[in-house]
């Protein structure tokens, strides 16, 4: 079964700074999508960045990159130029590549963000 | 264009009770993947629906159950209430045939089991 970790229950930026989130993961599968989700105050669940492991390059959207370590099996999110509206709850997960119906997502514990003003 | 829905969006319960949350999903979308997240922890995945049969399950028992409609809607029934089912309940939903299968969730159905 995948696990994935979370080890920093929370963490906090100076506003237009920029901050790493950290995610590891366990696998013995090669083929695999990774992600990072956003869940502020509303609780519904964003979809902030995806990486597919058979990818070398590692996945950007505008202010959010990641930093993917197949061998090392990380998967970190960079926000840069932080703002207020990022503040929120990050969710790192896992989804299987492999076989039709596969799909379900395997989350981590979270880190809570805050955006100091 | 409506994303996915769910109602309702509280509900109080006591245990031994019986519950049933609903999701409408994303439109153009036939897949329904509903999620447990408890206080502080990340989701947990309980089962998937698709063509009205469900397709994959997680670690949950059998009171929880669930249905798919041939509209692609979906429920969540729960038997049996627990004190520990408290929790915000999550439906995704999804298409075979678009890219990455991405998940669109909703905002979630929070139980509270008293």
């Known amino acids: 079964a995948q696990t994935v970790t979370q080890s920093q229950p929370e963490m906090s930026v100076q506003e237009a700074e920029t901050v790493t989130l950290s995610c590891t993961y366990d696998?013995?599968?090669?083929?695999?999508?990774l992600f990072w989700y956003k869940q502020p105050p509303s609780r519904q669940m964003i979809l902030v960045i995806r990486?597919?492991?058979?990818?070398?390059q590692n996945a950007t959207e505008n202010r959010f990159s990641v930093n993917f370590q197949k061998a090392a099996k990380s998967f970190s999110l960079k926000i840069s130029d932080s703002q207020l509206g990022d503040a929120a709850m990050y969710f790192c997960?896992?989804?299987?590549?492999?076989?039709?119906?596969?799909?379900?997502?395997?989350f981590g514990t979270g880190t809570r963000l805050t955006i100091i003003p | 264009d409506a994303g996915v829905t769910q109602s309702p969006t509280h509900l109080i319960k006591t245990r031994g009770q019986q519950v049933t949350l609903r999701c409408s999903p994303k439109?153009?979308?036939?897949?329904v993947s509903w999620y447990q997240q408890a206080l502080g922890q990340g989701p947990q995945f309980i089962f998937q629906?698709?063509?009205?049969?469900?397709?994959q399950r997680g670690n949950f028992p059998d009171r929880f159950s669930g249905h798919q409609f041939p509209n692609y809607s979906s429920e969540l029934n729960v038997n049996a209430l627990l004190l520990g089912d408290s929790a915000l309940y999550l439906c995704?939903?999804?298409?075979?045939?678009?890219?990455?299968?991405?998940?669109?969730f909703g905002p979630g159905t929070r139980l509270t089991v008293l």
């Open positions: 696998t013995s599968e090669s083929d695999y999508y």
């Open positions: 629906y698709y063509e009205e049969e469900e397709r």
């Open positions: 990486q597919e492991a058979y990818k070398q």
């Open positions: 997960a896992y989804r299987s590549a492999y076989d039709f119906g596969n799909e379900k997502l395997t």
């Open positions: 439109s153009g979308h036939d897949t």
């Open positions: 995704a939903s999804s298409s075979d045939f678009s890219s990455y299968n991405e998940q669109f």
